[in-house]
């Protein structure tokens, strides 16, 4: 039996509580910019383009093979990681896949999982609202980017004390992170990811330093589009009265994040998709895989009458990808 929503991402049940759900959506605010933020963005995008010229002038085949597959296991070490386990606790993993997975967010410079997975809590408790750290409400460019280069609003600091954090108080794997955030992240991100092309192949410094960018940027750029490509376009098949969609393009990027209208709608799901054809859901497969040595085990997933009876009730009348409606045979 799929659990509770409210257990899974830290709410309250009691009927007290409840009022606290509620954030303005989308109230005036005043925007202040973080500088240091903000530069550092500036930087990693002119390094990425920089990169780009480099790739089509200098670099060997193999850095850019080992770039991008550098890229997938960061993703995987995101979406997996700091998403399916950590944020949703949607399955368990022993501790070697705990220690493979913060090593792998570790090469996703997006800050440490502690502090990835306490944002993402807030943002399904509070979607799309004030309390949301990435409001979709307030446009593209705030939900993809906008939201990192300035502080917070106040509504996320204020609601975040009504979620529970305690699970992630006392994994002594994502507190090792956290100490050791600067050294470790800045070792395996980008000093390893660099010297490696370096020494075994050749490769100049010039043009390894300019790849972990890229790949850094690319990185960003494929989680920043499930907070923002799949929260304003795409259809609908589970609930359309939410603001989350199916986005496709988001799926190949984030490798299978795409399915967003069904996570929004079962968060607790390990596959955050529908599918038993996992084309597009590497996330899941590489889950699976982990599955079968007994590393990750308690997987979750919600019964298929359950998904059907939820279309019926609540979706827009579409699909996956909103061209006709479900049948249990797709699922």
């Keep these: 039996m799929a659990p509770n929503i409210s257990e899974e991402i830290g709410l309250e049940s009691s009927e007290e509580n409840l009022e606290k759900l509620v954030a303005p959506q989308a109230g005036p605010r005043k925007y202040e910019l973080i500088y240091s933020v903000t530069m550092s963005l500036i930087y990693v995008h002119s390094a990425s383009a920089y990169a780009l010229y480099l790739g089509w002038t200098r670099a060997y085949w193999s850095t850019i093979l080992f770039t991008y597959v550098l890229y997938v296991l960061a993703q995987i070490g995101v979406c997996a990681g700091a998403h399916r386990l950590w944020s949703h606790r949607s399955f368990k993993a022993t ?4 220690i493979l997975l913060m090593v792998m967010h570790s090469l996703s410079y997006q800050y440490t999982a502690y502090n990835w997975a306490r944002d993402h809590r807030l943002h399904h408790r509070y979607a799309d609202t004030d309390a949301d750290p990435h409001n979709s409400t307030r446009g593209f460019f705030y939900c993809h980017v906008g939201w990192l280069i300035v502080k917070k609003h106040p509504e996320v600091a204020r609601r975040g004390k009504f979620v529970d954090f305690s699970d992630l108080n006392t994994n002594a794997v994502l507190q090792f992170q956290k100490r050791y955030a600067i050294p470790f992240i800045g070792l395996v991100g980008f000093v390893l990811p660099t010297i490696i092309p370096v020494y075994f192949w050749g490769e100049s410094f010039n043009v390894a330093w300019h790849f972990c960018f890229l790949r850094y940027a690319c990185n960003l750029h494929a989680t920043f589009t499930i907070n923002s490509l799949a929260h304003l376009w795409g259809y609908k098949p589970y ?38 054809n996992n084309v597009l859901n590497w996330t899941t497969l590489f889950i699976d895989l982990f599955a079968k040595i007994g ?37």
């Excluded at 501790?95 to 705990?98: A, V």
């Design 239 to 276: 609930d359309k009265n939410i603001q989350p969609t199916q986005n496709e393009i988001v799926s190949v990027v984030a490798l299978g994040e795409g399915f967003h209208n069904y996570h929004h709608t079962y968060p607790w799901d390990y596959r955050a998709a529908e599918l038993g």
């Design 295 to 331: 590393w990750a085990y308690d997987l979750k997933t919600v019964p298929k009458e359950v998904v059907m009876k939820r279309a019926e009730r609540t979706g827009d009348g579409t699909d996956l990808w909103g061209s006709k409606r479900l049948s249990k045979t797709e699922l």
């Design 95 to 98: 501790t070697p896949l705990q």
